[in-house]
């Protein structure tokens, strides 16, 4: 190697002096021209309650633009097939580098979605079974679940030079369970759901909801088709008109002058209510789609989605379902005892990933398991492991509370991987709530003060010790410690929950009391969920609130998707005696200009599209003879602009007086919602505002046993306070509520713990503590004991 002589300190270069990510004016949402100078190659934490503007700033700010900016630097043919992302609303960016954003997101929920196909993990199986599977079957395709067996033959005219019909066959082999297509499970629509077979359908033979009325027009094109006889009972019908009746096609017939399309009740039923977000839907709806369709293991496969051809091939006595079926971290011992040099470099890199499971925290997976089955922490930790062992440097990773699902022992492992990112040259910034993650960041930024039109700005920028001192909401409650209770309820009754073993339970008896607030807690796969959403029984008495995503377009709103605009729509069309639809953007009253989106969108091919706001209806969404009409002296794109807690006020009193409206706000407004505004697009709210949203929604339903999943996820420090107050609330009200969850303050709070573990995949699934905090805080014989004791300085 040369030496060096000359020991002078190198001249400073312009190119050093660029070691901030500096942003001015955004006004992205909520943000208020924001202003703030990140430091590269440092942990950057974002804090401020929900609602503040933090992932405003983060995602929609830097990250967006620095992926527009790369996107920009692909030809126009290649932007042409990329998604169009537009400018953020921001004077000045400069410092950005490339962003990698590690979301919330949810795993695409596709039945064919796997951890294994997400990851890669599954095609490099696929290649080492193709290679050193016996018997030999065929290429990695003959593998793949997704990959149907196909044999065609035949003529084939071949248009090159002299045209010549050659005669030709084709023969793919795939893996694909021919049974149930590579789902492993095969649904079946029960039919005693959907009509009552000794009555005819004039005699209301129809047991779906909405389908009761002889008036209602899908039951009349069914009655006057043709092709049944309507006075008949169904169970008398011949075998093709009951094949009409439920497989027909679709066909147009004229129903008294009208031109209708008939078509069987099966794919009817699959297109009205299967193909719609279960979430979504009306209770009374979804309780029947939930009793009319079963889904059960695939005979044919036994739920592995492979055919016969591919679970025949092994190794060492091992077909790539079993492989797919083992815990990871048992799958990565095996791949490690595989000596064979032909596939040396395939065994390494498909160890290396399997190793970053078990790195992460996420060894207690398997391949096989679907990835729309995983948490929203337990989806983002499976998008980091792409970057684990990436030699990138300098590239900025974004993160949105990457301890979401996390037990408080699994937040130090989490730690570690956030600071080996940024040990390695790179910028990390964070969103996050956690005391534990925020105080290992290098520099801080505190948005607030508080939530929605009142917050948007920076209230602190500098360290962990500047917050704590500092006078904002974060750093009030920064050193906040709930104390275990001194007395708790005394149940009323239990829920006997015996033998559980779904996934991994080993067995489980469990009494779950009745009447108080009863927390689950455990590591990350110990089996909790398994325990309270596959072991509980869903009833009539049980309300089951999850972490599904809301799924809801920019026409869905608060006011839309609780149903508070049903009431308000009736209270307009009565007051002014004309039809309701008239005041739904999104029917008879729409703006004619921008069919009730309020903004016009122009289309620039590969170029981001531009919305401006509607110069008809100035952005109101409806047509302006709608808005003539008044209600207590508001018109309705009034009361959409509406926050929560006015609209609370307006038609909780006087004539703007509505019961049904006021009890779907006071709802809101006691999940911490007060400051969102009726009409605001459900695409703009964070996700701990639709958690909330969620929680209200359900709220309405008549449950004697609530069963909430990480109420806290995407929760403020502040925000946990008033939850703890709305469950105590809930319970004095005489429901009982089973919470699981990792905050140390809701388990303190809780009259009754019951703690599963030791550890997670196979090795959990037990019953590792039952009792009250004040017991599990004095034993200390579980690590979750241990957390929760030194959490309230026990």
């Given at each position: ?16 002096s660029?070691?901030?990510?500096r ?20 942990l950057t ?7 503040s ?26 932007q ?33 979605s ?19 599977g ?25 248009e ?8 030709a ?12 297509e590579?789902?492993g ?13 000794s ?15 002889d ?37 147009k ?27 979504a839907?009306?209770?009374?709806i ?73 790195e ?87 948005l ?36 275990v ?44 969920s ?55 953007a ?8 921008c ?11 590969m ?22 009409y ?5 018109d ?31 709802r ?10 009726l ?8 996700g ?15 449950g ?18 008033q ?9 004095d ?19 009754w ?8 995949g196979?090795?959990?699934?037990r ?28």
């Open positions: 190697m040369a030496t060096r002589t000359d020991t002078r300190a190198p001249a400073p270069q312009a190119s050093d660029h070691d901030l990510i942003v001015h004016g955004a006004r992205v949402n909520n943000l208020k021209d924001v202003s703030v100078e990140i430091p590269k190659r440092r934490v974002f804090t401020g309650v929900s609602g503007g933090k992932s405003s700033l983060v995602f929609s700010t830097i990250a967006a633009e620095s992926q527009r900016m790369i996107n920009e630097t692909y030809s126009a043919f290649v042409g097939f990329m998604p169009t992302l537009a400018r953020p609303e921001v004077d000045v960016l400069e410092g950005l580098t490339t962003a990698i954003i590690v979301d919330q997101q949810r795993l695409g929920a596709d039945p064919r796997t951890v294994g196909t997400v990851t890669d993990a599954n095609a490099m199986l696929r290649i080492l079974f193709s290679r050193l016996e018997p030999r079957i065929g290429p990695p395709g003959a593998y793949a679940f997704n990959v149907p067996s196909v044999r065609a033959s035949g003529a084939i005219t071949v090159r030079g002299n045209k010549k019909t050659v005669k066959t084709f023969d793919r082999t795939g893996g694909m369970c021919p049974r149930c590579g789902r499970t095969v649904s079946d629509i029960d039919l005693t759901q959907l009509y009552d077979d009555k005819s359908l004039s005699e209301g033979a129809f047991t779906i909801p909405g389908w009761k009325s008036s209602q027009w899908t039951v009349q094109v069914y009655a006057q088709s043709g092709f049944v006889d309507p006075d008949k009972p169904i169970r008398r019908y011949t075998r093709k008109e009951l094949q009409d009746f439920l497989y027909g096609e679709p066909v017939v004229k129903v008294n002058g009208v031109n209708l399309t008939y078509e069987g009740l099966i794919p009817k039923i699959q297109k009205s209510f299967l193909s719609k977000d279960k979430e839907m009306q209770p009374h979804r309780a029947f789609v939930e009793r009319a369709v079963t889904f059960t293991t695939c005979p044919e496969c036994e739920g592995t989605r492979l055919s016969e051809g591919a679970r025949s091939s092994k190794i060492d006595r091992v077909s790539i379902a079993d492989a797919c079926a083992m815990q990871i971290s048992d799958l990565a011992a095996w791949v490690r005892g595989l000596d064979e040099p032909s596939v040396a470099p395939l065994l390494t890199a498909l160890g290396g990933t399997l190793d970053s499971f078990v992460i925290g996420l060894g207690y997976l398997s391949l096989d398991r679907p990835s729309g089955t995983l948490s929203g922490g337990e989806a983002q930790r499976v998008r980091m492991i792409r970057h684990l062992g990436s030699s990138l440097t300098d590239v900025t990773y974004v993160f949105d509370e990457p301890t979401i699902g996390l037990h408080p022992h699994d937040i130090q492992r989490m730690n570690g991987l956030l600071l080996r990112l940024r040990d390695k040259g790179n910028t990390v910034l964070v969103v996050e709530h956690k005391p534990e993650t925020i105080v290992i960041a290098d520099h801080i930024v505190d607030g003060p508080g939530a929605g039109t009142a917050g948007g700005t920076v209230c602190f920028e500098g360290t962990v010790e500047g917050l704590r001192a500092g006078d904002t909401v974060t750093g009030r409650h920064f050193d906040d410690r709930a104390a209770k001194k007395t708790v309820r005394e149940p009323t009754g239990v829920l006997e929950i015996r033998g559980a073993h779904t996934h991994n339970l080993r067995e489980v008896d469990v009494d779950v009391p009745l009447g108080v607030l009863t927390v689950v807690t455990g590591v990350a796969g110990s089996g909790k398994s325990l309270v959403h596959g072991s509980i029984p869903p009833g009539e008495n049980v309300v089951s609130v999850d972490q599904g995503a809301i799924r809801g377009s920019r026409r869905s709103n608060p006011a839309t998707y609780t149903g508070l605009l049903d009431p308000i729509r009736k209270a307009f069309a009565k007051a002014n005696d004309v039809k309701p639809a008239l005041f739904s999104n029917s008879e009253g729409a703006c004619p200009g069919n009730g989106a309020g903004v016009v969108y122009s289309d620039l091919a170029m981001a599209g531009v919305a401006s706001t509607c110069d008809e209806c100035e952005g109101k969404r409806f047509q302006s003879a709608v808005l003539e008044r209600f207590a002296g508001r309705i794109s009034e009361v959409l602009a509406m926050s929560v807690a006015e609209a609370e006020e307006f038609f909780g009193t006087g004539e703007g007086r509505i019961p049904a409206a006021h009890r779907v706000l006071g809101l407004s006691d999940v911490g919602l007060g400051y969102l505004s009409g605001q697009p459900l695409t703009t709210l964070s701990g505002e639709r958690q909330r949203l969620k929680l209200a929604t359900h709220m309405a339903e008549k004697g046993v609530y069963v909430l999943d990480e109420p806290t996820a995407g929760l403020h420090l502040a925000d946990v306070q939850l703890l107050g709305l469950l105590d609330r809930i319970v009200s005489g429901t009982s509520v089973v919470v699981v969850e990792h905050h140390q303050a809701v388990m303190a709070h809780a009259d713990i019951i703690d599963l573990g030791p550890g997670a196979h090795d959990g699934g019953i590792v503590f039952e009792g009250t905090p004040a017991d599990l805080v004095a034993g200390r014989a579980t690590l979750t004991g241990e957390h929760l004791a030194a959490y309230v300085g026990a």
